[in-house]
C-alpha cells in the first residue's frame, strides 16, 4: 500500500512502461488531453476516481493489483492465471508441483 504520491507515480510509471506505451498515447487512449499522464507522473495532479479506474482498466489491472506492489507485473500475472484456467486437473497438478519446486 502506498503512504504517498510518489510511491502511486512510481507505480503508474511502472505499469505504464511494462504495457510499453507513451504518456501522451495513454493519456489520448483514456480520453484525456496529451499532457494528462504526465502531468500525475509530473506530480502536478492526481485522478479522479473515475479517470482512477479508467487508468486502471487499461493498464488491464483492478484497483487492489494496482496498489498490490508485491505484484510486480499484474497485467502479466493475470494473463498467466487465465492460461492455468484452461488446464485440465492432472496438468493443473503438474503444473502446481513444478511451481512449488521452481520456487524453493
Known amino acids: 500500500m502506498y503512504n504517498n504520491d510518489?510511491?502511486?507515480i512510481e507505480r503508474?510509471?511502472?505499469?505504464?512502461?511494462q504495457k510499453g506505451v507513451?504518456?501522451?498515447d495513454m493519456s489520448l487512449s483514456?480520453?484525456?488531453?496529451?499532457?494528462?499522464?504526465?502531468?500525475i507522473e509530473s506530480g502536478k495532479a492526481l485522478p479522479s476516481m473515475t479517470v482512477f479506474f479508467y487508468?486502471?482498466?487499461y493498464l488491464g489491472v483492478s484497483p487492489k493489483?494496482?496498489?498490490?506492489?508485491?505484484?510486480?507485473?499484474?497485467a502479466q500475472y493475470?494473463?498467466?492465471?487465465e492460461t492455468i484456467k484452461k488446464l485440465d486437473s492432472?496438468?493443473?497438478k503438474v503444473l502446481d508441483e513444478f511451481i512449488k519446486e521452481f520456487v524453493k
Not at 503508474?12 to 512502461?17: A, E, H, P, S, W
Not at 493489483?65 to 499484474?74: A, G, I, R, T
Request: with cysteine; aromatic share 10%.
Open 90 to 92: 492432472k496438468k493443473a
Open 22 to 24: 507513451s504518456a501522451r
Open 78 to 81: 493475470n494473463e498467466l492465471l
Open 6 to 8: 510518489n510511491e502511486f
Open 30 to 39: 483514456i480520453g484525456q488531453n496529451a499532457g494528462y499522464i504526465h502531468n
Open 55 to 57: 487508468i486502471c482498466d
Open 12 to 17: 503508474l510509471i511502472q505499469l505504464r512502461m
Open 65 to 74: 493489483e494496482f496498489f498490490d506492489d508485491s505484484l510486480e507485473n499484474p
